[in-house]
RNA sequence: ACAACAGUUCGUUCUGUCGCUGGCAAAGACGCCGCAUGCGGCGUCUCCACCAGAGGAAAGUCGGGACAACACAGAGCACCAUGCUUCCUAACGGGAAGGAUCCCGGGAUAUAAAGGCCCGGGAGACAGAAAGUGCCACAGAAAAUGACUACCUCCGGGAAAAGAUGCACCCCGGUGCAUCACCCCGGCAGGAAAAGGUGAAAACGCGGUGUAAGAGACCACGGUCCGGCCGGGUGAUCGGCCGGAGGGGUAAACCUCAUGGGUUGAAAGACCAAGUAUACCGGCUGUUAAGGGUUGCUCGCCCGAUGCCGGAGGGUAGGUCGCUAAAGCCUGCCGGCGACGGCAGGCUCAGAUAAAUGACAGAAUUAAACAAAAUCCUGCUUACAGAACUGUUGUUUCU
RNA sequence: GGCCCCAUAGCUCAACUGAAUAGAGUAGCUGACUACGGAUCAGCAGGUUGGGGGUUUGAAUCCCUCUGGGGUCA
């Protein structure tokens, strides 16, 4: 099982995110809010994503790079749920999750809630998929 | 040894597993080219290893630059900034050393007081108020050509018991009249700035002479300011002598003087690729031009037929460079009180572009403070657990 | 990343080039009016002028610095 997090695996282009955060579908899992969208990319990855801590909630770079690092490190350790769930399908998605929380979460919360809304990606891939 | 203050330096480390960004070269895949047909070259991608990977403040964006574009010919006005001296620096509103002023503490001398002198510590945007304008509430006579009270002179009036002088009468000490002094009231009069409750601030301080009353009007002592000469110092300035002045404060009020500043900032800018609309509406002009050109204005300057300007709208939002070898860092020596500079040797130390330094476990002391590069450098300011060193002061113990 | 602006009573705003009690509307409290409430009338309270420092006799105002908030630039 790969545990990479590579440019590949991360949403880069301007203009996609522009069409994510426009016309996505959103649910919220505590202390993050999800928006993701089902789009045909140039590569051969099931996923990509961002991560965003606003600066609203989190006036220092240091803390928003903290919480920013904690999510992305959840996310490697365990994207292979989500892409498990892809191969096969042939479909791809694009998904934004942002941290709406107000104070700074140990690393263990957000593991698990990090894998309680991969699951719920999951769930909405399955109904488009069937 | 402990505590306080000041300054300087540092500001987590190691091991294992997984992961991120850049570099490097070996290997592999793909594409192109050359031919000697399975080898070479070039480009892109992947990738085992290896190497490097946030700060003293990276922060605030406060000051100054480098660099870039614009119109980096030029002139004037306006505007802005700075303001003791010398030095450091690429430059600065930064720094070093010094000077004067002010404040605090102590001491000596002297005494009417203020002040000055010596020692120690501290502070500040520290040019000019003697070029001009403005302002200085309330209180107070008056806040800057000072005159309200009180004072003096002059003028007018009043009063009269007592005073002085002169004249007259009675007749030998009295009476009457006039004038003066004293007293009171008044004045579009003058003098004076000494006393006066106020105020943040009151027209050099104090003592005398002088005068109608008074006053730096004059004198002694002291203090402030200006100019000249002599001496010390690169200079600010200090000391001495001579001459003069008497002038409230405020320039982080306008201002004056001196010095400096063109404007805009890497979203600056250069190149490549892709794509769209040479469409629509309104306005303007014919070469001695309309109009335009990231300077506040005027002049000047430049562009100006593939017409220009404005409105509304359409397209793109990818890549390369700028982008890190620099006013660079470390060590040693030399010069300088110091900031700093010079010489020699060595080193190469993040370069991302939705944006990289993390997570977990263990150990050292245990959980480690403040806090994240975005073109770069330099200073300032602000935040900050802990550690080390140096100096000063105080207390205690020992010799 | 650069540039610019703002902060005054619980709320919305004044106070012009410094002048001594910082003012108005609304909200609040008390009383009057009313059978009761609203409206109205009278009165009261409410401010470290965002924090700190400086200039000045005197600062909401002028200067410096910090904090918080907002705007703008391909």
Known sequence: MKQTFSKEERLCSHRLIGILFSKGHTFHQKPFRVTWKHESLDFPTPVQVLMSVPKYNFRKAVHRNLIRRRMKEAYRLNKQLLYD???????Q??????????????YDLI?????LLLQRLIEENEKVTG
């Open 111 to 115: 593991d698990a809630k990090i894998i």
């Open 93 to 106: 998605m694009i998904c934004a999750i942002t941290y709406t929380g107000k104070e700074i979460v140990d």
């Open 85 to 91: 769930s892809f191969t096969g399908t042939g479909t």
